[in-house]
């Protein structure tokens, strides 16, 4: 399914640089939405706000739509971002790769373990162990973008790299373990459709609509199957080809792969996960006292988040430079290394989303879950966030 590049340039490095700056204004955004929903939400509007969620449109409520259709889109430039980088960008390389690898992996670990620390006894409860492993790289990236020339330039790649290694592990995650019961049917009409896609992609189809209507097929399907629709997504992404056009044999950056990812940046960033977010993180408080707080699933959400990740990446970071795998950014301290591990530990999208499902059937754990996800993330932006600030200015730090 992956195509090998032909040639290598700085041309992936400019669209690394695009994408964080529009992951950076969509975080912005990301955050009025959310701030939106959850004023909507204990206003006099809140009968409306969750109705008109709940309001089915053809076979599903619009709410259903947003999460099982729209976030298809973002799983979809999930996997652009992966294969590209993987390929031929800033991943390309096992060197690239350690520091950022090794930090994911740190970072999705110990927040688990932390989790179910408190929610171990439940096997109800302990479904949303994956919860707090996400980092919402839109989030995080906005945040930095509020502290200007402060953060090093290589301190942000760094970031992306870890959030998008973060991004495959929750994909995974997804696959693996929050599928319905599976129908054999479905999956084999999904896996004929991504067949034809696979083939589309070796035989060299140059044109993008073949791949999305075909896309559209697999959805379907795999909506269908029990596994989860957005994992469509995710295949869609890998069979589009990443492999120079025939009309500029020398530049990958107008290959398809890299067409539909510039295509979906920016309609991604400022409408998907604006809409999710504004559709997700409503939380009624209504009903709900400071025990909420303190129930042993809200706890182990928002710790996960401020202390497992800011151990995990940060304590797997040191770790790997300790051992002379990888090395500091370029011009970051141990300071800086605290601010990101802190912005890592927001986890806004990916965790609402892992957390409905984790708890499809039950509305109060999902409440405790996003009650948790928001401390949490409000609480690692916010220190994150103010390490950074007090950090040194890059040019103040002697590259190691």
């Not at 912005?343 to 509305?363: E, H, R, V």
Request: glycine share 10%.
């Amino acid at each position: 399914m992956a195509d090998a590049p032909q040639r290598r340039g700085l041309r992936p490095i400019s669209v690394l640089r695009s994408f964080l700056d529009n992951a950076a204004a969509g975080g912005l955004v990301l955050m009025a939405a959310a701030a939106s929903a959850l004023v909507i939400a204990n206003s006099a509007l809140a009968p409306a706000y969750f109705a008109a969620l709940g309001a089915y449109v053809g076979p599903m409520s619009i709410g259903h739509w947003i999460n099982d259709g729209l976030m298809a889109v973002f799983f979809l430039l999930v996997g652009l971002e992966i294969k590209r980088e993987m390929l031929d960008g800033q991943l390309a390389s096992w060197s690239n790769r350690a520091l950022p690898g090794i930090a994911a992996a740190g970072g999705m670990l110990v927040p688990a373990l932390v989790y179910l620390a408190f929610n171990a006894g439940s096997a109800e409860m302990a479904r949303g162990w994956a919860i707090p492993t996400a980092t919402d790289i839109a989030f995080a990236l906005g945040v930095m973008s509020l502290l200007g020339p402060r953060v090093p330039a290589a301190l942000k790649v760094f970031l992306a790299a870890l959030a998008i290694i973060d991004d495959l592990g929750a994909v995974v995650i997804i696959a693996l373990f929050y599928s319905g019961q599976l129908s054999m049917l479905d999956l084999g009409f999904a896996a004929t459709a991504l067949a034809v896609l696979i083939g589309m992609n070796r035989t060299g189809v140059a044109r993008l609509s073949p791949f999305l209507l075909v896309g559209v097929v697999l959805w379907f399907f795999v909506l269908r199957s029990g596994v989860h629709a957005t994992i469509a997504g995710v295949l869609l992404a890998l069979t589009i080809p990443l492999r120079p056009a025939p009309a500029a044999p020398d530049d990958l950056v107008h290959s398809l792969l890299h067409q539909l990812e510039h295509a979906l940046q920016k309609p991604v960033a400022f409408l998907v996960v604006p809409i999710f977010g504004f559709a997700n993180a409503g939380v009624s408080f209504a009903g709900l006292s400071l025990d909420t707080a303190t129930q042993p699933l809200t706890l182990g959400v928002a710790l996960g988040l401020l202390l497992g990740k800011l151990v995990g990446v940060l304590g797997a970071s040191a770790l790997a430079i300790r051992l002379g795998i990888a090395s500091l950014p370029f011009r970051a301290s141990w300071t800086h290394m605290l601010g990101v591990a802190l912005l890592c530990g927001i986890g806004f999208t990916m965790s609402l989303f892992i957390g409905l499902l984790a708890f499809a059937d039950y509305p109060l754990l999902q409440a405790e879950a996003k009650i948790g996800i928001l401390a949490g993330s409000l609480a690692a932006g916010s220190l994150g966030w103010l390490v950074l600030r007090l950090a040194p200015m890059p040019s103040e730090v002697r590259p190691a």
